[in-house]
C-alpha cells in the first residue's frame, strides 16, 4: 500500500494510507520523548534515517517538556 502521507509529530512517527475501500489508517511509532505540544511535520522518507532521528532530537529540545525542579 502507498504512504498518502507521514508526520513527525514529535511524540511519535505517523503514516497514512488508505485501504481499499477509502478508509484513512493511521499506523505509529512512537519515539518516547516529551513534547510539550502537538506538532505535525511533514516527514520525507527519502531521507536516511539518521537524519530523521536528529530532527527528532532538535524537536525535543526545542518543543519537549523542561527537566524536573529539584524541588519537585
Not at 18 to 30: K, Q, R, T, V
Not at 47 to 55: N, Y
Request: charged residues 25%; without cysteine; aromatic residues 10%.
Amino acid at each position: 500500500m502507498p504512504i498518502k502521507f507521514a508526520l513527525n509529530h514529535g511524540t511519535e512517527f505517523s503514516f497514512y494510507f488508505d485501504d481499499p475501500e477509502g478508509h484513512m489508517i493511521e499506523i505509529y511509532g512512537s519515539t518516547n520523548l516529551p513534547i510539550r505540544q502537538a506538532l505535525a511535520d511533514p516527514i520525507d522518507l527519502d531521507r536516511p534515517e539518521e537524519e530523521l532521528l536528529r530532527e527528532v532530537a532538535r524537536m525535543t529540545r526545542q518543543y519537549g517538556l523542561p527537566a524536573p525542579s529539584a524541588s519537585s
